[in-house]
């Protein structure tokens, strides 16, 4: 099938190439859920995981963000299925329930007001949990961290969507994997002990604005 997904700035054009270089991807989305050693000849896990990855192939769309994330995405949700079909969900850590309730919870609370419904809304939640993990945070810590008074989170919301349009700043906390309060404060004249206060609750935000999670926007905005 030909495509054309960027990759680790490698454009793929040949879905078989794609899948081929990233089967070791495959197999390390799928150990991280069971938790052990995944046969490629024999495990029926690796069997989804594959057909998953190519379901991310032809449903992926650039604009809403990288294709590693999405297809994690989507191998995780059709093999959680599956084990939870096969009544092997108990091999799910404390994390994956955490995540679990947390999405849960944004579909109940925001089901009226999604754009996309409440399927995207879990997708969205896992793509930013995933990315989450690269800063040492989860939504977990998010929430009870996350400013309280409305005035602040405002603040915070405005200021997150200020550095989300200044590209540099965005890399820079991308590549330091963590806000640059310094830079920020000097560029927008926002004081620091304003940024270290709200820091997870900003980076969430500029991550949500920068990988146009629309039903997330939503989301901080209520």
Known sequence: MQINISVHNKIYTDADDLIEDYIPFIVKVISSIT?????????????????????????????KGDFLPFAQLVIRSRLLN???????????????????????????????????????????????????????????????????????????????????KDQPLVDLMYLKKRLPITRISLKYNITQKILKGSKKFIITVIIIFDKNLRNLKLWIRK
């Open 35 to 63: 938790h052990r050693y995944v046969s490629i000849e024999n495990d029926e896990e690796f069997s989804i995981g594959l057909s998953s990855f190519y379901e991310a192939i032809c449903k992926y769309d650039a604009h």
């Open 82 to 164: 599956y084990l939870n079909s096969e009544k092997k969900h108990a091999i799910l850590d404390s994390l994956d329930t955490e995540q679990a309730i947390n999405i849960e919870q944004l579909k109940v609370e925001y089901l009226e007001t999604t754009l996309d419904g409440v399927d995207l809304v879990a997708e969205e939640v896992q793509v930013l949990t995933t990315v989450l993990q690269d800063f040492k945070f989860d939504l977990v810590s998010l929430c009870t961290e996350a400013p309280k008074h409305e005035k602040t989170r405002t603040n915070a919301i405005d200021i997150s969507e200020k550095v989300s």
